[in-house]
C-alpha cells in the first residue's frame, strides 16, 4: 500500500520562499520508473500540475514555474522537497503530491497525499 | 483556461444516468494520449476513479465507465448516488506542452 502525505507552513509571507516536503511509504524513488508529482489547487479552482522527481535524481517542472521551483529528493528517507521561491498571494493553494505510474501513452497519478492548505499573506 | 474543456457542472436525479465530457486536441488526445479521471470529495485529495480510458482502480464501482473517441472523452455514471456528488477532473498529457494536463473540473450535484 503506497501513502504520502504533505508536510511544511501552512502560511508564507510574500517574496518568501516556500518548502515543502512528501513522505512516501510503499515505493522507492530509487526504483527506475518510479516518479512522485506535485499538484496544486487554488481555493474553488482546478488542479494543476507542479513538478515530478523521478528515480533517476532528474525532475521535470511547469515551464511557467521553472525558474522558481526546485525539487531534491531524500531516498533514504522517503522523501521528496519541493522549494518555490518568490511566493505571491496567487500562489495560495492545496499542495499535493501524488504518485505517477507510467508507461507509453499514459500518465497518471493513483495515489494522492491528503493535501496541504498553503496560504501565501503578509 | 484548461487545456482540456469540461462543463463546469452537470446533475441528475438519484437512479439516473450523467456523463461528464472532455475535450481535448490534436495534441492531447489525438495524438494517442489516453484520459484519465479522477474524483474529488469536499474538502478531499482526488481520487483516481478511471485510468487508460476504460480501466477502473479496484474499489471502483463499476457504475463509473470511462470512454474516448478521437479528441474527446467522457465518463458515464449510472444508478447516481447522493455520494457521487463531487468535483470530477479528467486529465491526460500533451506532447506540445510536454507535460500532464488537467481539465477544469466538472461539479456533479445529485438532486
Redesign the interface.
Known sequence: QITLKESGPTLVKPTQTLTLTCTFSGLSLSTSGVAVGWIRQPPGKALEWLAFSYSDDTYLCRPSLKTRLTITKDTSKNQVVLTMTNMDPVDTATYYCAHRRYRSGWEYFDYWGQGILVTVSS | Q?VLTQPPSVSGAPGQRVTISCTGSSSNFGA???V?W?QQLPG?????LI??NTNR?SGVPDRFSGSKSGTSASLAITALQAEDEAEY?C?S?DKS?????????TKLTVL
Open positions: 484548461s494517442g494520449y489516453d484519465h479522477y478531499t485529495a482526488p481520487k483516481l485510468y487508460g482502480p477532473y486529465q498529457y506542452l510536454s507535460y500532464v494536463i488537467f481539465g477544469g473540473g
